[in-house]
């Protein structure tokens, strides 16, 4: 008996997402603590918000994207493309090779530490500020190098690069720190992580330069505390002789005095008699 297909009268309607109101399956962004977005409309309205919150994005809007460099030293080279700015505790690092009056190239890896302040509408002003800030920062330091031969530069080189990129020392207070107005971004702190000189003979040189140094100075140390100490034992001999003259001149006063204070009595006896 062949087959006989039949055809369901009941219509089953296809797959579909309903949205109950505006909101309802409109994208949304999770801002972490310590980041911010920069979100674009279709007409150029900008509008940053700061996390930690969670964002929900207009039908319009998108993500703006900052192109940052990477690797060691920063270039053009490498570049992250982000949509988060880190506006605190932002760690940037890089190296860069300086000249010394006396001709002396020398290689410096450096840490900043940076924040970002003021009026968050300047923040992503400049696409690329791990480029801007690590050129600045590159341009000061060379001009201090050139200015110093490299004994004077090896030996205080992390009081020069502070000095000059986070202002003078303060008695009572952190330093101002590097403010780049352009974008309210700010260097709070710089750690100097190493320094090299590229040539290899004058290198060896003036670390074996700095041992001496260390050296005599360790020995200047020792003598001078051998100085003190032996000042201090002969202090304290001249005042314990001078302690026994004293005692001494004490007994013969008191002795004195005892034979003294005999006689009369012998006398008063005497008299008595």
Known sequence: MPQQMKRSTKFTKPHAVTLDDKYSGAPTLNVWTGSAVLLVKADGERRI???P????LDYDETLASLHLSTGKPKTTDRILTTGYLQVENNKVSDIISVETSDGVEISLKRSYRVSFEGDSKNW???DNYVKFLCDHCRSRLKGVARRKNVREFYASVVDIVRDTLLGAHKENGPRDGLLFTENGMRINEVEVLGIEIQD?????????Q???VITNQIAIDRSQQELELSIASNETNKQTLQLAAEVRTLRHTLEVASIEERGLREKLVAEQR
């Open 53 to 56: 919150k969670v964002v929900v």
């Open 124 to 126: 992503f002003n400049i």
């Open 49 to 51: 918000e700061v996390g």
């Open 210 to 212: 700095q041992q001496a």
């Open 200 to 208: 290899p003979e004058i290198n060896v040189k003036l670390k074996e």
